[in-house]
């Protein structure tokens, strides 16, 4: 049996407390994490991958529980992102499709947004590392390299397998950050970090508060494409998001995830294509392009020639379903 690792949980009813509680800890060299539904960081913890002596809730803070259709907060949670609930019918339906409905009932927007990236060497119980030696995600002490790509040594290329990323950057969402340092407003498709340690532009104490869409996301048509092992409830090992409005093809984006250390938008291979649309020709080549520009390495269960070439098949689904052919 895995038991949990000791922690103190701290529960503040604001943001001030909870940005006062993470300096506090920070002038004390103590660590800790954020935690929201904790559908991921608890089994981490139960595992010993690296879990902290000090845990800071989310959930008591009433900002971050306030969702409309264009403002969501970060302890919003995935079975309320309904279309009946006045939720973007993208958001909904990649919502749906994100782990189980059991998990969906306590996993939240924020945590989706910030999930910790993954790989077969890292995700493993205590004992299992130990036995191949560590690797560097979780043991940078022991000075152990990196398993799927040795020799490189600073960089981690653990996969990020969230669901909602791609289809929040595929609409033009920005999300607020708050911290010690103040509060701040980015681009979600700014907000990821290639380094799958680093994984995100989170500064030391400071949480994501919201997501923002923009006022005209409303008027987008989208879909999002899928590959996983077990469709009741396992992490992506592709998705693809292609929005538009309809009709309109220089409207057209593309997003993906779980292919890299971050979700990515592709505005490179849907840009030239999208000026001058042939139609029953650029569909493939687009699709075909956003394949060539992935590149996944072989650390979650799918072989990543497999993923890759899927990524060909999910993008044309995704483009049909919108219609735009
Ligand atoms: C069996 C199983 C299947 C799963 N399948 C999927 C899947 O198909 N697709 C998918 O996307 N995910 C999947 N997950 C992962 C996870 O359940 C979801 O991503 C969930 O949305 C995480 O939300 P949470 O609130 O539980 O996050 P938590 O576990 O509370 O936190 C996750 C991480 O985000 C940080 N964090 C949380 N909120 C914030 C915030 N507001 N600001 C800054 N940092 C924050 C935490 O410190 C932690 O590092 C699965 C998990 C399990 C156990
Ligand atoms: S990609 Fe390398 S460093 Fe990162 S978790 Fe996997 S084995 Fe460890």
Do not use: F, I, V
């Given at each position: 049996m895995m038991l949990m690792p000791p922690f103190t949980l701290h529960h503040p009813g604001s943001i001030e407390q909870a940005v006062s509680i993470a300096s506090d800890l920070m002038s004390k060299g103590e660590e800790f994490d954020w935690v929201a539904g904790g559908t991921d960081v608890l089994p981490n913890y139960k595992w010993r991958i690296n879990p902290k002596p000090h845990v800071i809730s989310l959930a008591k803070i009433p900002e971050a529980n306030q969702v409309t259709p264009y403002e969501i907060g970060c302890m919003t949670k995935l079975s309320t992102l309904k279309e009946e609930n006045g939720i973007h019918p993208l958001i909904a339906e990649a919502a749906s499709k994100i782990a189980s409905s059991l998990i969906r009932k306590s996993a939240t927007v924020g945590g989706n947004l910030c999930l910790d990236t993954r790989c077969f060497w890292y995700n493993q119980s205590e004992d299992w590392r130990r036995s191949i030696d560590w690797c560097h995600k979780a043991d940078c002490g022991t000075g152990a390299d990196c398993r799927v790509i040795p020799n490189q040594n600073t960089l981690c290329v653990a996969t990020?397998?969230?669901?909602l990323a791609p289809n929040f950057m595929a609409l033009g969402a920005q999300v607020t950050l708050i911290g010690p340092e103040g509060e701040r407003t980015i681009a979600l498709s700014e907000f990821y970090q290639l380094d799958g340690m680093k994984k995100n532009v989170l500064l030391p104490g400071e949480f994501m508060l919201k997501v923002t869409l923009p006022k005209d996301s409303f008027d987008y048509t989208g879909s999002y494409q899928k590959l996983r092992v077990r469709e009741s409830w396992d992490f992506p090992e592709a998705g693809v998001s292609a929005v538009w409005k309809k009709g309109d093809y220089s409207t057209l984006r593309i997003a993906s995830t779980a292919l890299e250390s971050i979700p990515k938008t592709h505005e490179e291979q849907v840009s030239p294509l999208a000026a001058a649309w042939q139609k029953g020709t650029s569909l493939s080549e687009l699709s075909d392009a956003v394949r060539k520009s992935v590149k996944p390495v072989n650390n979650t269960a799918l072989p990543p020639n497999y993923r890759k070439s899927v990524v060909r098949i999910l993008t044309k689904r995704a483009l049909k379903n919108i219609g735009c052919e």
């Open positions: 990020y397998q969230g669901d």
